[in-house]
């Protein structure tokens, strides 16, 4: 049967139509279509309903940066080698000077005095996110609270509303203060905030954070704090744990065992 100018017609308007939508909307309905088998990058990702982390103040070794170390050099942290400009993804702090209310005199100086890793707690109920005007920070469904760096302007509210100064400034220009670049992670630009992502980017690669894996001690414990098997959840019920800061309701998802 010879098409009719109606016919005609009514391809070349679908075809126009399907030309315009966007490429990811032609994507996701051909996925339906064609019931995609998931890629195994997604197939291999670690999940979880709420990550959180343990810190084991007694496995902790002192004067040990492993931490530290590995987790800016994952996300190339600068080093501007002054505190004036210091830019922090994790940082070591005395346990004194993190629980004032918890630590007394009584208790052995070798707790007083030890330096413990502090980090973003991506907390339960986040100041940040809702003081941010543009959405750069936002908190994903498992708890994790994100930043999108291109949408930073730079305002710092985050920064005033996060009462565990976990967030960095770039008030230079962070590049030329890399000491080894990492290819894989993106590197920031002046005027953008930035702080711990649990290195979300490795759990969607079926790796733990760099801080985890780095820490030979095992001072560190990361897991689904919803998932009762899990070795962070057995670790937080065999003994005696605190949050920084509890008292303010942001719940924080870092727990310390003393």
Same mark, same amino acid.
């Given at each position: ?93 005395? @346990?004194?000077? !993190?629980? %004032? #209310? ?7 100086? =070798?707790?007083?005095?030890?330096? &413990? ?86 759990? @969607?690669?079926? !790796?733990? %954070? #760099? ?7 095992? =001072?560190?414990?990361?897991?689904? &704090? ?33």
């Amino acid at each position: 049967m010879t098409p009719t100018r109606r016919d005609f017609l009514k391809i070349a308007g679908a075809s126009a139509v399907g030309l315009l939508l966007p490429p990811w909307t032609r994507m996701a309905n051909s996925a339906q279509t064609a019931d995609m088998a998931p890629t195994s990058a997604q197939a291999k990702a670690l999940t979880a309903r709420r990550w959180a982390m343990v810190v084991d103040a007694a496995k902790c070794r002192p004067g040990c940066r492993d931490c530290v170390d590995a987790c800016h050099l994952v996300h190339n942290v600068p080093d501007f080698k002054n505190l004036k400009d210091d830019v922090h993804w994790i940082s070591l702090e005395k @346990a004194g000077h !993190l629980f %004032p #209310a918890e630590i007394h005199l009584r208790q052995p100086e =070798a707790i007083r005095t030890l330096a &413990l890793p502090v980090l973003c707690n991506h907390c339960e109920n986040p100041p940040c996110v809702r003081v941010c005007p543009t959405k750069a920070t936002f908190q994903r469904a498992d708890g994790i609270v994100m930043m999108d760096y291109h949408r930073c302007i730079g305002c710092r509210f985050c920064m005033a509303a996060c009462p565990y100064g976990s967030r960095s400034m770039n008030y230079r220009d962070p590049r030329p203060f890399i000491g080894k670049l990492n290819p894989d992670f993106p590197t920031r630009t002046r005027g953008v905030v930035e702080k711990c992502n649990f290195c979300e980017e490795r759990l @969607a690669q079926g !790796l733990l %954070p #760099a801080c985890v894996t780095a820490c030979k001690e095992k =001072a560190l414990i990361f897991g689904d &704090l919803e998932e009762k098997s899990s070795d962070l959840r057995r670790t937080l019920e065999g003994g005696f744990s605190i949050r920084r800061r509890s008292e303010l309701g942001t719940g924080p998802q870092v727990y310390y065992r003393l």
